[in-house]
């Protein structure tokens, strides 16, 4: 009994804290290694592996979870930028007509794209990976419409042509994990 009264009242605290380390990195580990499977053909491998990592809801997430992350990161990317459109919009007296005209095929081209990719989110839930190709795609396209505008005027430069560039790369990334997902692998 003198061992019971001795035995600091924290020491099974201590000791769980001193094993929790052994857990961390194996999760860790885990998710680093879907992380790396599920990016493993992207274009964008580097975007792709550290869009996923920085994102916390990864640490939970199974494939169709990190599919899920990456369309969501693509909308998010899709809708900041239609908010700098219509920052851009706001002051039409400093713009150019073309590149006003343009600013606003644009923001109806993010607000189509984001209806696809929130399209495309439903389509995952219901398993339907093809589907998913087709909806994302489709929102890359929007994006391409959107830098089409401006190159028709040789001498216009797009006001948001680096925006466009990581709009479609991040669903490039998208679908390279849904095809992943797709195949099983």
Known sequence: M???????PFLPLVLCFSFL???????????????AKA???AKYKDLCIH???ADEASKD???RGLVLLAIRLAAANGSDTSVHIKMLLKDTSALDPVIEQCLNDCSDH??????QLNDSIAALLAGANDDVKIWVE????????????????SEKKSVISGRNSIFRKLCSNVLAINKVLAEGN
Request: with cysteine; glycine share 2%.
């Open 2 to 8: 003198k061992f019971i009264r001795d035995f600091p």
């Open 21 to 35: 380390h052994l857990l961390s990195p194996a999760d860790s580990n885990a998710t680093t290694v879907l992380i």
């Open 39 to 41: 990016c493993k053909n």
């Open 51 to 53: 869009s996923l990592q």
């Open 61 to 63: 997430s199974d494939l």
């Open 110 to 115: 993010y607000l189509s794209a984001i209806e």
């Open 138 to 153: 489709a929102a890359i396209s929007d994006v391409e419409s959107c830098e089409d505008g401006f190159k028709q005027y």
